[in-house]
């Protein structure tokens, strides 16, 4: 018979045994798939620990297809205290790596307190989070085996396809962490130091842009404020609303030693000092070489600036302490929907508005409403309080079927 043995880690062998042969004996089968010891392994089936070394699994009560728990014993330090074999040195590593430890702090702040501060705490909440997830993936087996038992179930069917497909996003994600696991660092935007008018700032590259953006507050800086023509004015949608003030025909742009001529939009509601769009890109026939990591520009090399050059907010954005919509697009700036662009003073000349004008607010009623869900709020909490957000606690439920501990073998 077939017998799943899910291990210290979460991780499940299949082990073909006689059902008359004795535990001592699938010990020693186990030492070889899992290398745990014999001395250190401790066997558990629903809920009991087999601790009959002369009995046979058919005595035990083990049959076809069943999962059992294998977990290391615990050890003892030189000073007596039980602690967890392997805890001590996750510690220690954690603490020698910032980054991780950045990360533990964002997801679980009291474990990465207990590894700082308190080691025999950390050794028993690590051990605590290896429970849930060994009792995690039992209930997983289990509900595979409830699942298998009717064929012809179709509600079961459904329920086999959508794991299969989970399965195939986590194999998917590990093929991605060994072979490219680039992709999952952070990229820093594309800045580089210009001078306007005199006044220096770090400059967004954003080909996506359609047009150059400089925000009121540094218009002032540079002193162009003066030069803001209002009938460019209007209201820039996108993903939200932002109010654009004008625009400065002509500023005087300094890169490296050239000086630019070039057409800069004021608007309200950007983070980003200056964003420099594919107007200007496309009029000075720029070229962005991420080989080089430089702007280039009429014959001219500029570096992006490194990390630890870019602006305070642009670092934020970098280590995801903030999500910010597609660049171009300009995020919703206080009762910019609602309110109208300021009347600009009469004077000869049509103008031109750069976008349609506003739209009326949507009444309270058709605003959006959080996220409805069948789902006990307890389990959900459970969920979030693992370093889930609401949404993925919400759709990992939906996944298994409000099975709070598939959901959470689902998250880990």
């Not at 077939?2 to 020693?28: H, K, R, Y």
């Not at 049959?63 to 039980?82: F, I, Q, T, Y």
């Not at 919703?332 to 000869?348: D, Y």
Request: aromatic share 4%; net charge negative.
């Amino acid at each position: 018979m077939e017998l799943t043995f899910v291990n210290d880690l979460g991780q499940s062998f299949v082990v073909e045994i006689d059902p008359n042969m004795e535990l001592e004996n699938v010990m020693a089968l186990l030492e070889a798939e899992s290398g745990i010891p014999i001395a250190e392994q401790s066997l558990s089936y629903d809920g009991r620990e087999l601790n009959a070394p002369k009995s046979t699994m058919r005595q035990l009560g083990v049959s076809e297809n069943n999962a059992v728990l294998l977990l290391r014993r615990k050890v003892r330090n030189p000073a007596g205290r039980p602690m967890e074999q392997d805890s001590e040195m996750m510690r220690l590593q954690l603490l020698g790596d910032p980054n991780l430890m950045r990360q533990l702090q964002e997801t679980q702040p009291e474990l990465a307190s207990a590894a700082q501060s308190d080691p025999q705490r950390f050794a028993e909440l690590l051990r605590h989070t290896r429970e849930r997830q060994y009792e995690a993936e039992l209930a997983r087996q289990r509900e595979i085996e409830h699942l298998n038992a009717d064929p012809f179930d179709v509600e079961a069917q459904r329920k086999i396809e959508e794991a299969i497909r989970q399965q195939a996003v986590l194999e998917n994600m590990e093929h991605a962490l060994e072979y490219s696991p680039e992709s999952f660092g952070r990229v820093t935007m594309l800045y580089i130091p210009v001078e306007v008018n005199s006044h220096p700032v770090n400059a967004f590259v954003d080909s996506g842009a359609q047009q150059t953006i400089m925000t009121p507050a540094c218009a002032e800086a540079c002193g162009i404020m003066r030069l803001v023509d209002q009938r460019w004015g209007g209201i820039a949608r996108g993903v939200g609303t932002a109010k654009i003030l004008g625009r400065v025909h002509s500023a005087q742009l300094k890169l490296a030693d050239l000086h630019l001529p070039c057409a800069i939009t004021i608007m309200e509601g950007r983070d980003v000092d200056l964003l420099l769009g594919l107007d200007m890109l496309k009029a000075h026939q720029a070229c962005i070489d991420l080989e080089k990591n430089v702007l280039r520009i009429q014959g001219r090399e500029v570096k992006f600036l490194s990390e630890h050059e870019l602006p305070e907010k642009a670092r934020h954005e970098a280590t995801g302490d903030e999500v910010h919509p597609p660049v171009g697009i300009p995020p919703p700036g206080p009762s910019s929907a609602s309110t109208p662009s300021a009347p600009a003073p009469s004077f000869p000349g049509s103008g031109h508005t750069l976008v349609a004008p506003p739209v009326r607010q949507p009444s309270a009623a058709a605003a959006p409403q959080p996220t409805q869900t069948r789902h006990p709020e307890e389990k959900i909490r459970m969920l979030m309080d693992l370093g889930a957000t609401r949404e993925v606690a919400i759709s990992s439920l939906d996944a298994a079927d409000g099975n709070v501990d598939v959901a959470a073998s689902l998250l880990f």
